[in-house]
């Protein structure tokens, strides 16, 4: 028989249906058994007076988490919470059985639960962080592809580092040795050369930090854009905010109920355009607020400056997000272009958004002579990077892009402070399984 979702059972009353999940509870009383079956659309009471018969045995003998497979009628019961109706079991089938004792439950700490990460994702409060993260992808590729963009998947396997600054993984490569990428960067400026104007690509990359914050891992999900012909930095910011806005607006338009009822935040869509503040004044704020920056960030802000300065600009302005711009060069990599009134100044950004960085952007320094002028300076070796370095030697137009963390945005949208719980499977230092 055919499937019926738990969350359209309101339009069957009256008919057979057969429903398959998980058994939540059994409440095994004298006269009559309650089992409340579980899918991923919610959650149903089915019902059934006890009988000396093999199915009230069976039905006995169920544990919690047992998958399970059952018919019967749709009957409608104002009584009942869960959505005011439940099923006359006719037949039960055991699809497999659970253990009596789960290895996890609520109360269990994030380490267990991740080694459980099949069990602790049946939670709904889990479903929908992964319900979210396809709907906010689906909104982007939404405003991508009106916009004209064209997806790259670019490879993950990789000659050289593609990200100065941030530590590498080395695979052994048959012969030779090869890189993990830890970030799509040089690809995507290879496209702009390519003359593809736009691109986007949503992929892996690969950081060997050796860190165990709540929102760093070593492989996590990059949400990466370029685009050709911009004036400068501030081009790429309006487009990244126009589709922040949009994908908000989409994922408040679809999930805001359910987001307040499992997280008990709103989605709130953030207006236009988002407040920026250059590194000078945002080095003034944390002076008048008595952050002090210690010489070991070189000029950057650290986790603290970021929490400071999203709460003096929700305090002056109310907005959640704010725009840093022109970072110092001696914070950002070789390929950020500078200000030409002021050289020491990448024409770069990051955002904040509720106190923790989400993206990295800047314009691209696309001229050959000064991108090898700055690589030199930042003490690279040229060969490796040829193959990046010549796209800038046969027309490579003017060009800017960011990176942004996917799993950061859903920590930041569903107030989740690890990024542990917002990854579907977190690889981190001491983590390689499940
Ligand atoms: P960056 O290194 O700042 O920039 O990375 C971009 C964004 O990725 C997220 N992020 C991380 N998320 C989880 N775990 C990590 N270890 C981690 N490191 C970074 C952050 C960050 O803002 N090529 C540039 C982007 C560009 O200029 O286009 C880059 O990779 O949200």
Redesign the pocket.
Known sequence: MERTLISTLKSAVGSTVCVKGWVQTLRDQKRVQFIVVRDHTGLVQTVREKKEDPLSVLISSLTAETAVELTGTVVANEKIKLGGLEIAIDDLKVINVAPPTLPITEESGLDLRLDWRFLDLRRPANYLIFQIQTAAEHAMREFWTREGFIEIHSPKFMGSPS?SG?ELFTVKYFETNAYLAQ?P?FYKQMAMSAGFDKVFEIGPVF?A?PSFTS???TE?T?V?VEISWIESHDDVMKFEERWLQYVLQSLKDKHSEAVAKYFGVEVEVPTLPFPRLSMQEAYAILAQRGHVLSAETKGDLDPEGERQLCAHMKEKTGHDFVFVTDYPISVRPFYHMRHADSPKATKSF?LLWKGL??????QREHRYDVLVQQAQEKGLTLDPIKYYLECFRYGCPPHG?????L??VLMMLLGVKN?REATYLYRGPNRLTP
């Open positions: 990200e941030s970030s960067q950081r930090e929102r760093h891992a996590f990059s990466d990051d960085e989400v993206t990295t952007g800047a892009g960011f990176g942004l963390g799993a950061r990024i």
